[in-house]
């Protein structure tokens, strides 16, 4: 196996970080098209959720770069 299942449980971790982090970013929506939200210029969509995103795809990186070795048991 190329990765190991701990590293492809860590990368599966790192996509749900990023997955939150674009939930954060959605909103804003405006049932007027004439009428500006402002509420689109909000610090958790600004800063936030930007932090989280990147936040997941540093922990994909580790995830694949990493080695991370099996436990395996002794079975006799």
């Known amino acids: ?8 449980r860590i990368m599966l971790a790192g996509l749900l970080v990023m ?3 674009y939930v954060l970013m959605m909103g804003g929506f405006s049932p007027d098209p004439n009428v500006f939200n402002y509420a689109m210029f909000d610090a958790r969509r600004l800063v936030a959720a930007p932090l989280v995103i ?8 580790v995830a ?13």
């Open 1 to 8: 196996m190329a990765m190991s299942r701990k590293g492809i």
């Open 19 to 21: 997955v939150a982090g």
């Open 54 to 61: 990147l936040a997941g795809i540093v922990v994909v990186i």
């Open 64 to 76: 694949i770069m990493g080695r991370f070795e099996d436990k395996k048991e002794d079975k006799k």
